[in-house]
């Protein structure tokens, strides 16, 4: 959906995002957080709040906080205290969730992203850490349900916005970008369907310079797609409500992707309702100024300030710029050929053309991809160097992504690929379409180009399309004239 109104309503979004952050243990706990374990294996005395336990403050789960911090331009709070979250559910073992309340670890920043040719940023509030409940299991019992505390501990970021998106397409716009800055810091690896990133949308409507709706927040939306259909279904359901003079309750959702639809799930609660009060069993958490510093240090170039270096560096358009810096593997895949065959826009093309739609096709990543920076590099040096056509370039990539050879010059050889240069035999055939076709010569000198196009692939076809297209042209013209 778009940022206009709808129905003469204006829609209000915002994100809390669940990030479970990449350390091997556990944020309070040495317990392991490798996911795919039996059910209730990885969960010690502390994860299972046996009495006389305590936790341990995670380094490396701190050190995550930081990164992103400093990636979205956020304070990063010298001193926060951990709190208690009250609530009871089977899979919360203490009775209580470790979080953050008055104080979180990182307050503030932005995530900046475009839209179209729109470029959109979404203010944000907070990230703070806390520890991940349990899982209840109901599918694989009958008429009970199980509980596995192997994520019971887990470290995670929960990343919370302003309400600043006024559309759908902004909204998962929002957690693309996001997803892509987490990912790309090192600190999550982005898994939606593992639940490593996990995204709840806060939705409302208004009219138009009204007071805030009452939200409804969608839980656990575990892909994009999903997101989409939810949020436009949540969308639709409260325009209908109101318009049928029933009022919007404030409740948690879940969105069912065989129907389409969101259903209430909870009457949503308050902070109030958790009776926050500061965690007992923790010290306050103290970040010196050198700590910062050093992680800051460690950093990797960020994606927005890599696309502006493209931009400058390589003269690639902006939207060459910010596609490949999707990931930091393409990017980097992008970069090596580039540098290697000296043609950067020829590179992008390929990158986001051939390659993109191979990945696409076989829903693979850029740690699989089947044909290396420095074989690309040397196929596109073999089409600046007139060795092969564009189109036999193509037949060249195919056969390396499929293994059929790992040499360029090879697979040009075994396949006969290489474009007739020789400007004597190119000449000889030319002459001989001429003659073969005095129609077309005298519609083109009459002045009609199709007749020439016509001429050219008959030329083309005499030489099995080995003819350099380029010389052909330059020699027909010349002929012609």
Known sequence: MSAKLIHGYEVVIGFETHSQLATKSKIFSRASTAFGAEPNTQACAVDLALPGTLPVMNREAVACAIKLGLALGSHIAPQSIFARKNYFYPDLPKGYQISQF????????????????EKKTVRLVRAHLEEDAGKSLHEEFHGMSGIDLNRAGTPLLEIVTEPDMRSTDEAVAYAKALHQIVTWIGICDGNMQEGSFRCDANVSVRKPGGPLGTRREIKNLNSFKNMQQAIDYEIRWQIEEIEDGRAIQQATVLFNPDTGETRAMRTKEDAADYRYFPDPDLPPLCIAQ?????????????????????????????????????????????EDAAKACGQPKLASNWVMGEISRRLNTEEIGMDAVKVSSGQLAQLIARIQDGTISNNAAKQVFEALWT???????????????????DTGALEAIIDEVIAANPANVEQFKAGKDKAFNALVGQVMKASRGKANPQQVNELLKAKLA
Not at 108 to 117: A, K, M
């Open 102 to 117: 008055e104080i979180p670890v990182v307050q503030g920043g932005e995530v900046s992203f475009y839209l179209g040719e």
């Open 403 to 421: 293994g059929e050879g790992s040499q360029v010059d090879a697979v040009i050889e075994a396949r006969g690929l290489k474009q007739m240069n």
């Open 290 to 334: 050198d700590w910062i510093e050093r992680v800051r240090a460690e950093m990797p170039e960020l994606p927005r300030a890599m696309a502006a270096r493209f931009v400058t560096q390589y003269g690639l358009p902006e939207y060459d710029a910010t596609t490949l810096t999707q990931s930091q593997a393409m990017a980097a895949y992008f």
